[in-house]
């Protein structure tokens, strides 16, 4: 059999696929009994297609719909066993989620630059830069350090309720003062002496405080500058708000002296 | 005449299972029906089979792909509107699945191992050794020209639903059932009737 141009066309032909002159070509072609083998070939065509579109599915191996039953069970089995320790897990995520949120809301040591003595129901800023807040128990300027050190801001966490009072005693000039007035002040006293403890450490260790470059706004902790005259500052309006406190107690303490039955 | 009308509409009623039958059917197995599953299987458990074993050319992934369409089935039956016949709609199942575990193959590195292992023995009639040498000169064939002949000689689909489903130009799937059916020609030589 020869290579025929014919030949590629056939089975278009057999599909009628081939335009009407190009079929008509073909049709004298085959028609004229050539040599090629074109007529041999396409009459084989059409018995194979005819025979292909007449194959029929046959037998099929027993037991499919077990197997696939069993596949199916598989799969559900597979999915709950996943699905439960996933679902812990994803409950898991969520409680540490929640949990680190609550505990960002407490003042991070030295973490963003501030810390506060909270609550602080009425807003009052203070005199002196970084110093704000107002105090729990008489509404006074409670402590804002900005930009305060590591250890100045651990120091000043949120205040325990237990203080002091024989401190407190001992920074009152000999008036006779009633102990709910001690207890009272105390509270307000105590923090602003845990602060003053811990700005004067920093201050007096010397080699401990962070030093920044002339110009550079952060440390290489990423602290705000911490200088020694702010921090100075600090002290002393901090030593200003403790001496009022007390000057406050003592007066309050006179008056209620003055007129016992108020 | 009213009592002729409803006897001519009654006997127009096609008695074969229908595409609402099978509709009926694969709406109940979107809802986790297993009993109208199992029936849908049953009815279309042969042609799966058959269609997947002619495509992949191999008796040996036939049965473990065959079991994947029909999880496929079993899983995407919601994916199936009332519009389309559910013949193609598991045809196209079948050829995707095919197409897939080529892909994987492919990806793999893979030859097709192909394997004639327990196919019946050849002591059968005219007809049945036909149908052996077609279905053996099918799973001879290069892979791309048996997805074509397949789908257009035994499926019966058009060469624009074929590149359509193989992802292919409708001039391609002409040109590789062209060479597919020469090739098969020959391979079987004289055994067609």
């Known amino acids: 059999m020869t290579d025929c141009a014919f030949r590629e066309q056939l089975s278009a032909y057999h599909d009628g696929d081939l335009a009407a002159a190009e079929a008509e070509q073909l049709r004298e072609h085959v028609a004229s009994a050539p040599a090629c083998g074109c007529r041999e070939e396409l009459a084989a065509l059409h018995t194979l297609v005819r025979d292909l579109g007449e194959l029929a599915p046959g037998p099929v191996p027993a037991g499919g719909w077990e197997r696939l039953s069993a596949r199916l069970e598989r799969r559900r089995a597979w999915r709950w066993e996943w699905m439960l320790p996933m679902a812990a897990l994803l409950l898991l995520a969520v409680a540490i989620l929640l949990f680190r949120t609550a505990d960002r809301t407490t003042p991070e040591p030295g973490g963003a630059g501030s810390a506060a003595i909270r609550p602080a129901p009425r807003p009052a800023e ?6 704000s807040g107002v105090g729990p128990a008489t509404g006074r300027p409670a402590v804002v350090v900005a930009g305060g050190s590591r250890t100045a801001a651990r120091a000043i966490r949120p205040p325990r309720p237990r203080f002091q009072a024989a401190t407190v005693k001992a920074s009152l000039p000999p008036t006779r003062v009633p102990t709910d007035l001690i207890v009272a ?20 260790e010397d080699g401990n405080h962070p030093r920044v470059p002339p ?23 901090l030593e200003a708000l403790r001496a009022d406190v007390l000057a406050e107690l003592v007066m309050e303490a006179q008056a209620r002296a003055a007129a016992p039955w108020k | 005449m009213a009592q002729e009308t409803v006897r001519v509409t009654l006997e127009t009623t096609p008695r074969a299972p229908t ?50 369409v029909w999880l496929r089935v079993y899983s995407r039956a919601r994916q199936f509107s009332g519009g389309e016949a559910f013949r193609g709609w598991l045809r196209t199942i079948v050829i995707r699945c095919c197409l897939d575990l080529r892909r994987r193959r492919h990806a793999r590195g893979e030859d097709r191992v192909e394997t004639t292992a327990g ?16 279905e053996r000169g099918l799973a001879a064939l290069p892979e791309e020209s048996r997805h074509v002949v397949v789908l257009h000689d035994v499926e019966g689909m058009g060469h624009a639903e074929i590149a359509r489903a193989l992802g292919i130009s409708e001039e391609a799937s002409r040109s590789r059932l062209s060479r597919a059916r020469r090739n098969l020609r020959e391979r079987l030589g004289g055994t067609t009737r």
């Open chain 2, 119 to 134: 196919e019946p023995p050849p002591t059968r009639p005219a007809s049945a050794l036909l149908r052996l040498d077609l």
């Open chain 1, 185 to 204: 002040y105390g509270a307000e006293v105590e923090p602003i002496d845990r602060l003053l403890r811990a700005l004067r450490r920093v201050s007096q």
């Open chain 2, 19 to 68: 595409v609402g039958a099978e509709g009926d059917l694969i709406l109940r197995v979107a809802q986790g029906d297993r009993a109208a599953f199992q029936a849908l299987f049953a009815r279309h458990e042969s042609y799966v089979f058959w269609l997947v074993r002619r495509l992949a050319g191999s008796r040996v992934d036939a049965d473990d792909l065959s079991q994947e």
């Open chain 1, 215 to 237: 110009g550079e706004p952060y440390d290489e902790r990423g602290h705000e500058p911490q200088t020694d005259a702010t921090l100075q500052g600090q002290i002393e309006a």
């Open chain 1, 126 to 131: 203070s005199e002196v830069p970084g110093i």
